[in-house]
């Protein structure tokens, strides 16, 4: 593989052109470079340059519409699904540009994992949704697997609830279960960074609130990048917020600064407009 | 107030006509069925007993039984099955999975699946002939016969196939693209389990039709009604066994009845058997698998 190596530092520069560096001491786990995305031709996000931070928490919120699920997916290239879905730009990650077409996709995957809106365990057992997935990346010893499985589901707070019926179907879960499971699965594969496409929407409050605190613990080892349509999750959870806009049909990113200083004493105009509610 | 009143009487008025349409069309589903499997029963019904399943016809079937053509039957069948089964579902998957929606591939092959199930049985049959027992050498026997009504059933096992894969959830695909899957793990870990119904239920309609199958088989299986001895032996499938006893054998309507209500009985049983596996499957992957 043809590595296209770039220095922290010159993705630091790059993001210095938007207001604010995140969090300008620490290490960078996923640099975006001028990430443009069209569909069929009509440009849905323009010219995105963003870090994310290693083990925090990174919030992208705007209102609908606005490219964050899209640059979400672009992340890990799940965008290469969409028909017509054309990517420029790059995205670096531990010294690779994932764009490059020679990446594996698969291997990348499984650094970077993906949770969606709505919970999407497959149809089968409880066990097998996690087992499946070890088994087809080489994993063959079963008490490695077993051991994984009883890892990940430990650490999402499921295997109490669980692991006297692993042989049941997923399905029968909550949907709160569901999506922790669904997380649950990606952990297995140990990634490095998780990428969260509004986890908790879909989910009642007090299942809401179970995810959202196990957001936060995954912070201790993992990288997560959320998007939220929830103002007051970002400001709970998110080390740092990315506000997306968009302008003539076409998203952009807005800034990117520390939680805090967002929520607290935000300068641009649309960010007030968008915290205060009066806009979006 | 009044003019709801009368728009409220119109809608009554119009919904006993509707009420009246569907049940009478209905109705009259029902009483031909029961006038056609009534006609078998009172004509065919005294003929049918265990002899008449287990011994040879006699006097061009005028009488003894049918055990030579069951066999034939079942035989054919049975290898139609096992070559449309792998075909069709890999067909089915290969252009559900891995070719566009409104790609050319798919827009070709589709159109050309259903001009294919649409056409005549007779034309396979003579394909069959063609092509299976002169091009292929294989001759009048079981196997060209099978072969011929795997053509026959494939572009239906495959339509419907194909139906079930697009109705799987596309977020099982997005879940397991985003767990590093292989598009082919995707599809015999999770979309194929999951579109199991859909494929029993095109394989019982592609068995139907062919169970049903005479034109096609005339050409192909042959009329021999002989036990076969192999399946390069000639057979003679029930359906085709009916037609020649009507059309060709004076007095041979009794055992022609009775063949018939064994060929309606073998169908429902395959069907029956079919739904039950289809629903306990079906069921066990929501509730128990």
Redesign the interface.
Known sequence: MKLEFVSYDECKRADSNIRQLAQPTHEVALAAKGITITYSGARALRDVTLSIARNEITALIGPSGCGKTSFLSSL?R?TD?I?GCKVTGHVYHDGINIHEPKTD??????HI??I?Q?P??????IRRNLE??LK??GLTNAAQRYERIEHALTEVGLWSEVKDRLD??A??LSGGQQQRL?IA??LA?EPSILLMDEPCSALDPISSAVVEDLIIRLREKYTVVVVTHNLGQAKRIADSVALFWFQDGCGYLVEHTPTDAIFNAAQNAITKAYISGARG | MAEMAITRKNNSARDLGLMLVVWSATAIIIAAFTWIIGDFIIHGFERLSWSFLTTSPSNAGRSGGIAPILVSTLLILLIAITVALPIGVATAAFLSEFTRVGGRVRQITTLSLDILAGVPSIVFGLFGNAFFCIWLGLGFSILSGGLTLACMVLPILIRTTQAGLSSVPDEWRRGASALGLSRGAALTHILLPAATPAIAAGLMLGIGRAAAETAALIFTSGYVDRMPSSLDDSGRALAVHIYDLTMNVAGGDANAYASALVLISLLILINSVAVTLTNRYGSQRITAS
């Open positions: 890990n799940m699904l028909p996709v698969q291997e990348l995957r499984c994992g993906m969606f709505k999407n365990p497959f149809p089968l057992s499946m997935p087809e990346h049941q179907p399905l029968a669904c699965r990606a594969l």
